[in-house]
C-alpha cells in the first residue's frame, strides 16, 4: 500500500505541511499549538471527504463520483471503476437469463429445478400445463405434494433415476406423462416432463391386438389339436394312408399352440403386472423340477442334465413366471445341445448378487448374435431353429421376466464349445 505513488504522494504532502507549519509555530514558540491545529483540520478534511463518499453511495443516485484530490479521489475513482465493471456484468446476465428464459419458455417439453427434498424450485410454461402448476403458489412447493401418483412416490422412493417414468397428468388423467429425473448437482435435480399420450396409446394399441389376436386364436387351435388327436393313425387303421400328413399336422398345431402362449405370456408381462402377488418361492425346487421336465424332454438324446445348488434362499417373486424363464433357457441348452452332451444348472450367490446359471457344452452362438438374442422371433439359424421346436420367443420372455424382476441376462458363447446364460438378481432387501 505504501509504495502506491497516490499514499507515497498524501504522505510527504503532510509531513512537509506538519514541518512547514512546526516550522512557523517555534517561530512563535507554540510548535506543538501549530500541529495540532494542522492534525485536527487534517481530520475535518478526511471526515468530509467520508460524508461524501457515504453521501454518494448511500444516498445519491448519481453514477459520477464526487471529485477530490489525492488518494480520496483515487478512491472515488476505483470505486467508480468497479461498479461500471459490475454494471456491465449483470447487464450481461440478465440477458443471458432472460435468453433461457425465452428458451425454456418456448420448449415444448417441461422443465422443473427441485431441490434434493422435492422442494420445487423454477418450471418453466410448459410444465406448469401439463402438471397443472401456478408459479405465484407452488414454488417452494414439495413436488411430492403435487404429484400424489402411487407409482411417482415409489419412483422417489426407490431414487432410482435411469428409466423415466410414466404417469397420467394430474390434469387430465388421459394425458400420459414420462417423467426423467438428473440430479446435477449435490442438491438440485432437473424434471424433464413429455406429453407421451400418443405413444403410449399406440403401444397400447400394439399390446392390445398381440393379445386379442393371440387369444382369438387359441379356440380354433383348440378344436383342431383335438380332432386331430382323435384321428390318431395308430387307432384307426384306415387312416395309415394319410398318416405322415396327420402327424404334421398335430406336430404343427402344438408348435402353434406354444407361440399362442408364448405371445399371451409376453403381452402380460409387457402390461406390467401387479408384484403384489409376489410370494417366497423355493428355488431349489423349482429348478429341480424344470431339471425332471428336461431329462424327459432329452430322451433319447442322453444328455447328463445336473443341477447344483449351492444356496437355500428363497426368492421373492413370481412363480409362474420365474418358471417359464429358467424353463426357458434350460429348454433350450437341452435344444442346442448335441445328444451325450452336458448341461449345468446352478443356483448360487455372492457379495451382491443370487444367480441362476445355465451351462451347456453344445454347439455356441456367435458373438454377434448375442446382442439381438433377446429380440422378438430373432433366431441364429431360422431354418433349423424352428424345427426345432422353438417359438423364437423364449429369450424374449427370459428378458422381460428378468426386467420384472429388476434382474439382468448375460449370455457368454463360444462356437463348438457351448453356451452360459446367467441370471443375475441384484441383492436386495425386497427380493430375498
Ligand atoms: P427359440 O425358440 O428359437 O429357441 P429363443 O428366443 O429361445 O428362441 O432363442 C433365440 C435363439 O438363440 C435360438 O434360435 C438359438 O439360435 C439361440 N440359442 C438360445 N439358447 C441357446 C443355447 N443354449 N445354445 C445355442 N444357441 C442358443
Redesign the pocket.
Known sequence: MWKNRYWQAELWTLLFILFVVGLIGSLFNKTAVFVAVIIFGYLVWNLIQLSRLFHWIFVSKAIYPPVAPGVWGEIFNQLYIRQRKHRKDLKKLNAIISEFRDSTRALKEGAMIISNLGEIRWFNKASAKLLGLKPSVDIGQRLFNLLRHPDFIEYEAARDYGKPLNIPSPVDTNIMLSLSITPYNEDQRLVIIRDVTEKYHLERVRQDFVANVSHELRTPLTVITGYLEMLDPEMNPNLKSVAKPLNMMHQQALNMGHLVDDLLLLSKLDSKVDSNGHKAIDINLLLDSICAEARAFSGEKNQQILFHSHTNTMLKASEKQLRSAFS?LVF??V???PANGKIDIYWQEDEHNYIVKVK?N????ESQHIPR?TERF????SGR?RSQG???????IVKHVLEYHNATLQIE?SVGKG?C?CCIFPKNKDLA
Not at 362 to 365: A, E, H, M, N, T
Open positions: 426357458n433350450n441348452a435344444r442346442y445341445t451347456d453344445g454347439q455356441g452362438i438374442l430373432y433366431r441364429v439359424d431353429n422353438g417359438t423364437g420367443l423364449g429369450l424374449a458363447s453356451s446364460f
